[in-house]
């Protein structure tokens, strides 16, 4: 078991363009979610699944933000048009039904727009 | 609805000395509560878990918490401190027993004076 991984770890691009972000979660979690933290702030949720089926969407999440996770696997995070304020880290985290484990974070995915 | 807040975002103590670091919380259902630490450029590792057993919580590097209901506080504590304590920490709550994504505090970052 290799935890949890986050592809890329750094992203830079520019104001306007579309990145996508991958995660491989713990082979045996079901529960797969994604976060964006901001310097000096504490973790936000956006989003989680369920094996396939995404269960909670947060506020922040705008229709420019999509998440899949299909087969139930590993998940992406596409954001189309990026603007300056998505320069965030995106955190991904698995867990085995729900918070009582805790979570497993992997090391984030830095995206810098510019 | 769930909120954390983490009383004083820098805190600085001596090696040696007793670390304290404060979270309340609020949550309309019965908690469960954690703390997490982060070190630079890394995901979130988890130190403690308090799931409704015993109130008095221990965690890995020596880390304690003890839950409080009349208080809602979770405070974080370490009798002597260690220079490779210095981190972010986070306090996280999770309503409806662990069925609802975590919530986290603004974080607080410790550093250890020599």
């Known amino acids: 078991d290799t935890g949890v991984s986050q592809d890329p770890r750094h992203k830079i691009t520019k104001r306007g363009q579309n990145v996508t972000f991958r995660c491989d979660p713990i082979?045996?979690?079901?529960?797969l979610y994604w976060y964006r933290q901001t310097l000096g702030q504490g973790p936000e949720f956006l989003t989680y699944?369920?094996?396939?089926?995404?269960?909670?969407k947060s506020r922040l999440l705008s229709d420019r933000f999509s998440a899949e996770r299909p087969k139930g696997s590993f998940s992406t995070l596409e954001i189309q048009r990026t603007e300056q304020g998505d320069s965030a880290m995106y955190l991904c985290a698995s867990s085995f039904e729900g918070a009582v484990y805790g979570y497993t974070f992997g090391s984030g995915t830095r995206l810098t727009v510019v | 609805a769930q909120s954390v807040t983490q009383l004083g975002s820098h805190v600085s103590v001596s090696e040696g000395a007793l670390v304290l670091l404060r979270c309340n919380y609020s949550?309309?259902?019965?908690?469960?509560l954690f703390w997490y630490v982060q070190y630079p450029n890394q995901g979130l590792q988890l130190l403690l878990k308090y799931t409704s057993a015993a109130t008095l919580v221990k965690g890995i590097n020596g880390f304690e918490a003890e839950f409080k209901k009349s208080e809602t506080s979770f405070h974080l504590t370490k009798p002597s401190a260690h220079m490779s304590d210095a981190a972010e920490y986070f306090c996280?709550?999770?309503?409806?027993?662990?069925?609802?994504?975590?919530?986290f505090g603004s974080g607080t970052r410790l550093q250890v004076q020599p």
């Open positions: 996280a709550v999770s309503g409806d027993t662990g069925r609802r994504a975590l919530t």
């Open positions: 949550s309309s259902v019965p908690p469960y």
């Open positions: 082979s045996e979690h079901n529960r």
């Open positions: 699944f369920q094996n396939e089926a995404q269960l909670e």
